[in-house]
């Protein structure tokens, strides 16, 4: 039903797996501690029809409204994906408290890396936050970039 999800998993598809699984198993540990039962995930992958994914886009806000938080897996590639930015700012344009947003970011090969070198990597991963510019942020397809782009722009202007 909707509103009965409890998070939207937003991430970027060209972030390493191996860290950003660990970093999704930690909060659904958290969640499970904290509810008393494992949380209900929204995973583009199983809920969107991959052979015509920019199809969903007017479907998006739907999505996002029938999950309780917007739970961002930032790896080192988020910023830069226009899609993972979209859901971002979807959510947040539709009238989500910012506290409704948990964003966790992760450092590729983190387990391989320094506990310094891991650090810096996710320092870089929260800076990239404070620098996105969404006309640098890139799509798979060319089509999907402008739609979205547009959808960004109807919103604020250009």
Not at 23 to 30: E, N
Not at 45 to 65: D, E, G, R, V
Not at 81 to 95: D, P, S
């Amino acid at each position: 039903a909707l509103g009965s999800c409890d998070a939207f998993l937003s991430h970027s598809w060209h972030d390493e797996p191996e860290p950003k699984w660990e970093s999704l198993q930690r909060w659904a540990a958290q969640f499970t501690a904290t509810h008393g039962r494992p949380p209900t995930i929204w995973l583009d992958k199983a809920c969107i029809n991959q052979s015509n994914i920019s199809a969903s886009l007017p479907s998006i806000p739907i999505f996002l409204s029938g999950c309780s938080e917007l739970l961002v897996l930032a790896g080192s590639t988020y910023t830069s994906r226009l899609w993972c930015v979209i859901e971002l700012f979807t959510f947040l344009k539709m009238g989500a408290a910012l506290d409704r947003v948990t964003i966790v970011p992760f450092a590729g090969g983190a387990t391989q890396q320094t506990t310094r070198a891991a650090v810096e990597a996710v320092e870089a991963v929260a800076k990239s936050f404070a620098e996105f510019d969404a006309a640098e942020a890139r799509c798979f397809k060319r089509e999907d970039r402008e739609a979205l782009l547009a959808v960004i722009e109807d919103a604020y202007g250009s």
